[in-house]
């Protein structure tokens, strides 16, 4: 063991092994893995080892596509046999919104490009795993690239792959402390010590306690979790193939062959955690007894689905312990204030996901950034609210239970909340306010009666009717929205203006102006769609989506300035927004200062009442609009004041539901769909507000872009004749039988009382009147590209 290593691993299980070989494959050698025990030794020596395409994130999806194709490639490469079993697979669906939805996810994979899946029905379900019963199945999705592997072999071929490419293995070499230098850290060992640039955090189990060392407090918590293996069961004697891994959702439960048995595992209802402070250290390949009792009905229906189990008894019990993140996805990437720490770990699917994230971090260490977009496997997509122990544990236990459970995107699941709220959150709720979630924050969906239920559904909601009344009411008259949820930073300082030039890609505002400000990566890539307010006084204001507030945190922090005073102010300020008509008229009531005389994307100080907010004129909705920041102290009588003033106005407070649905029909993109970091300013439209005669980040590589032959893909508007169901996000778009782009957001536009998406599609295909095909919710629709902004295109009412 050398003094000093590049990278240093911590860590051998499956995502460990699966960085250094990634380090290794990607040209540095100088990194090595330590692991306290022997490899393996943690959740992935009794991992169940199946693989399968299904991911809600479709990004994550790509990401385990790459991980299936890596399999066969480290087995050559290291010689090592990893015990691959391509046996196809099977997800059934047992109720009617089940199998809707599973229609609608085999078009999501279309679009992204995995084709080797396709629908099936119960006959055929039954005829490709002959020991299952299909009493109440209704369909079922066939994948051809599913099975299972050998998980201690699939670890060792990993590491012996890395090892031959230069990287360094120490077993038995426990990490005990941590210590940041200026050069990198120093990884104090029962071994040794070792400086290094880079430390992964790859512990699994033990990641708790690792990050702990750099004073980083991970949301992750192991939980139990079961399964058995049969039994030799004669029927499988007597078949020449493997029956495939088959994933009974309403039955909790998931399936593969074993030899002449089957390996059957739960995800049962009843959770149960263990060690929430991280395993203990010398844990490693041992079990629990089993809590038969804990999962006896989802064993239940195990049994019944596959009567064949009914008949033979169970040769093997595990019942052993893996890490979840709240949302159920891995926790990957640099963490802020923390130069050269990285996570990979709660990678709760290692063995399907672990190729990926071993790519995409060494990806991120060596060059700078990952080549897929991985926000949704980032650690920044958490803040310090998500370290609180009952809130890792209450939104991991949600996680597990429902991990086979049906979830609906209207459907708001209680864990963890309601933790942080706008001042004005009882007064709003008592007003009938139902609400969402946002890191962390309650933020407004819409106004109902007090007896009103939300029925969730794939399609339009019971909502529906609700939420076009409040986007009647800010089209008539004026709508007042709680923008708690915007992110607020405050940028100061001698050297505030160059930084902000530099890293923002447009020109900055004058004094008293605001001005919409794309943000590039290095390679081009879109890293924000934010808002610029130059208040007049040396202080700025940088403005985008509450949920990224880490995220940007993390961007700004590694390419700040000389000069630069910058805070996060999210939850000192927050406000409302006005919009519609009558908004002014509602201001004018509430000041004595000249705020008729504001024009479109101005902004200043004013006194309102007996508050002074910081006011900035513009609007989502497209409609002349206002938002009106204040401290959180003032929250509660500003939207008392507010409301006052516009009682015989028209006002109506409305919820985000109506403000995408008006935005939608203006054609404004928002983050997360029309833009991500995988796309450029080109592709996106976003390219208008770059101003080419200054430098800034990105520059060169987007000038790339605008030099050649630019994206094969561009933003268009889509009309859809949709019927009770509406676009959302990643279904596929056809033309003459090809696939030729997909869906990146989708809903109803009440004011026009139409269907509308914002589409990805190939450049040739984005002229005016041009028809495709679109699938929403599974069935296929016409759609035809229109010209952007259906509601008032001239901007005469967002400009008046």
């Given amino acids: 063991m050398n003094s000093h290593y590049r990278v240093v691993v911590i860590g051998g299980g499956v995502v460990g092994t699966s960085v250094l070989y990634h380090l290794a494959k990607f040209g540095w050698k100088d990194v090595c893995l330590l692991e306290r025990s022997v490899l393996t030794a943690g959740s992935s020596w009794h991992a169940a080892g199946g693989f399968h395409a299904l991911n809600a994130d479709p990004n994550i999806a790509q990401l385990q596509a790459y991980t299936i194709d890596l399999f066969e490639e480290i087995q050559e490469e290291s010689g090592q046999n990893i015990g691959l079993h391509m046996t196809g697979g099977l997800t059934l669906a047992g109720t009617p919104d089940r199998w809707e939805w599973l229609q609608s996810a085999y078009r999501t994979f279309q679009s992204i490009g995995i084709e080797d899946c396709r629908l099936v029905t119960p006959e055929e379900a039954g005829e490709l795993c002959p020991i299952m019963s299909t009493e109440g199945i209704l369909g079922g999705m066939w994948a051809d690239r599913e099975g299972y592997i050998d998980t201690t072999g699939t670890v060792h071929a990993y590491a012996g792959a890395a090892k031959k490419r230069g990287a360094s293995i120490f077993e038995h070499t426990k990490v005990e402390s941590l210590e940041q230098t200026a050069d990198g850290w120093r990884v104090i060992t029962d071994k040794g010590e070792i400086t290094c640039e880079h430390v992964v955090n790859a512990a699994g189990l033990w990641a708790k306690q690792v990050g702990r060392m750099a004073g980083i407090e991970l949301p992750v918590a192991p939980l139990k979790h079961h399964y058995l293996i049969s039994d030799t069961i004669p029927q499988l004697e007597e078949i020449d193939f493997e029956v495939p891994m088959t994933v009974d959702l309403e039955g909790f439960t998931y399936l593969r062959q074993d030899q002449k048995g089957v390996l059957l595992g739960i995800y049962e209802i009843d959770h149960e955690h263990w060690a929430l402070d991280g395993a203990p250290w010398d844990y490693g390949i041992e079990l629990f007894q089993e ?192 923008i708690s949820g915007f992110s607020r930073f405050e940028v100061t300082g001698e050297g505030a203006e160059a930084w902000l030039d530099h890293i923002m890609a447009s020109k900055l505002p004058a004094p008293g102006r605001a001005k919409l400000a794309p943000m590039l990566s290095e390679t081009g890539k879109l890293k924000g769609d934010l808002t610029i307010f130059n208040w007049g006084d040396g202080t700025y204001w940088i403005m985008g989506s509450y949920y990224l507030r880490e995220w940007h945190m993390r961007w700004f922090d590694d390419h700040m300035g000389e000069g630069v005073t910058l805070r996060d102010i999210s939850d000192k300020m927050v406000g409302f927004s006005l919009s519609g008509p009558n908004s002014r008229k509602v201001l004018e009531r509430l000041t004595v200062d000249p705020i008729g005389d504001l024009k479109f994307m101005g902004c200043g100080s004013y006194d309102l009442g007996l508050l002074k907010c910081k006011i900035g004129r513009l609007s989502l909705t497209g409609e002349l609009g206002y938002e009106i920041n204040c401290s959180a102290s003032e929250h509660i009588a500003l939207r008392k004041m507010l409301l006052e003033a516009g009682a015989d106005l028209g006002m109506r407070e409305v919820g985000f539901n109506a403000m995408l649905s008006m935005r939608l029909e203006k054609s404004f993109g928002i983050w997360s769909a029309e833009f991500t970091q995988g796309y450029t300013a080109a592709q996106t439209g976003m390219d208008r507000w770059i101003d080419w005669d200054k430098e800034f980040v990105g520059k060169a590589a987007a000038l790339a872009e605008q030099s050649g032959s630019g994206p094969a893909q561009k933003l268009v508007m889509l009309e859809v004749e949709a019927d009770g169901a509406d676009a959302s996000g990643y279904e596929p778009i056809w033309s003459g039988g090809a696939l030729v782009g997909f869906v990146t957001s989708g809903g109803y536009g009440h004011t026009l009382g139409k269907s509308y998406a914002m589409a990805m599609v190939n450049r040739e295909l984005t002229s005016e009147g041009t028809e495709l095909l679109v699938h929403v919710v599974g069935a296929e629709r016409a759609a035809k590209v229109i010209a952007a902004s259906p509601y008032d295109p001239a901007g005469k009412a967002m400009r008046g």
């Fill in 291 to 482: 809590q038969t009792d804990r999962i006896e009905n989802e064993l239940t229906l195990g049994f019944e689905r596959y009567p064949a189990l009914q008949e033979v008894g169970v040769k093997t019990w595990v019942n052993g312990a893996f890490t979840f993140a709240p949302d159920g996805n891995p926790l990957v990437g640099p963490v802020r204030g923390k130069p050269g720490y990285w996570c990979a770990c709660a990678v709760m699917a290692g063995f399907l996901q672990g190729g990926g994230v071993g790519k995409s971090l060494a990806e991120w260490i060596i060059h700078g950034e990952p080549e897929a977009d991985v926000f949704g496997m980032d650690v920044a997509r958490f803040g310090d609210f998500a370290e609180n122990r009952q809130y890792i544990k209450e939104t991991t236990g949600q996680f597990y239970t429902r991990r086979f459970v049906m979830t609906y995107p209207n459907e708001q699941l209680p864990a963890g909340r309601p933790l942080k709220m706008a001042p004005a959150y009882s007064d709003m709720t008592e007003a009938g306010c139902r609400w969402g979630v946002s890191y962390g924050l309650e933020v407004p969906l819409y106004f109902a009666p007090k007896d009103f239920v939300e029925t969730p559904t794939l399609k339009r909601s019971n909502a529906h009717d609700l939420v076009a009344a409040e986007c009647k009411a800010t089209r008539e008259a004026v709508g007042l929205l709680d």
